[in-house]
């Protein structure tokens, strides 16, 4: 690794406790640690983790190009308030890194409000909208996560506490968890459990 190369690297929403790989760039390193800039933000990485990837290794060009080609009106899954939902972009706002006001409502001919132009939806005025960057993990494709968008913006029956968890291989037995504020587990430990698990240990262990 060298100053000024691109890679892939976990973007944290701490606010919202969720994470996704982000492109960025190495602003310094040294032996222990590697700064990498995403937008207009620093993250300081362990040089080791595995929160770093190789360039285009964890965000595709198919994801990127689709983050920030949004249109307004156009229908997206948003993370918030513990919850995977339908949203809407109201706003595409072009500058040198690319946002969004995000509405979280769906319109709909039957829906059950009303906003001041008098078109009908499901889910939260207004007023509840918000500014996301388009790198953000909270933005994903529509309907990949959520259930869509609930009549009842006030129910909160179909919390997903889980948000983080496409994150992880499937086809290991022991995986990091990307958690905000954790601390990252040693890799050569999950490699170690893995090794057991796929020599057939664990089952020998269960007989």
Same mark, same amino acid.
């Given at each position: ?28 390193? *040294?032996?222990? #640690?590697? /700064?990498?800039?995403?937008? %207009? +933000?620093?993250? &300081? ?73 008098? *078109?009908?939806? #499901?889910? /939260?005025?207004?007023?509840? %909208? +918000?500014?996301? &960057? ?74």
């Amino acid at each position: 690794m060298q100053e000024g190369q691109k890679v892939d690297a976990l973007y944290e929403d701490e606010k919202y406790n969720v994470i996704g790989w982000c492109r960025g760039e190495i602003q310094k390193l *040294n032996e222990r #640690f590697v /700064w990498v800039k995403f937008c %207009d +933000e620093k993250r &300081k990485i362990a040089r080791y983790s595995m929160d770093i990837a190789v360039y285009k290794s964890k965000v595709s060009d198919e994801e990127y190009d689709w983050r920030h080609s949004l249109k307004n009106g156009d229908v997206i899954d948003c993370f918030d308030n513990r919850v995977w939902q339908n949203a809407t972009i109201v706003t595409v706002l072009e500058g040198e890194e690319t946002e969004y006001i995000v509405g979280f409502r769906v319109y709909d001919e039957k829906g059950n409000q009303y906003d001041s132009q008098n *078109n009908k939806f #499901f889910g /939260w005025s207004s007023q509840y %909208d +918000e500014r996301i &960057k388009a790198v953000s993990p909270r933005l994903r494709p529509r309907n990949l996560f959520s259930k869509g968008q609930h009549p009842n913006p006030h129910s909160q029956e179909d919390l997903v506490h889980d948000c983080n968890d496409f994150l992880y291989p499937v086809c290991d037995y022991a995986v990091p968890r990307f958690h905000a504020k954790c601390a990252r587990r040693s890799q050569v430990i999950l490699e170690m459990v893995t090794t057991f698990g796929k020599a057939g240990m664990f089952e020998l262990i269960l007989e």
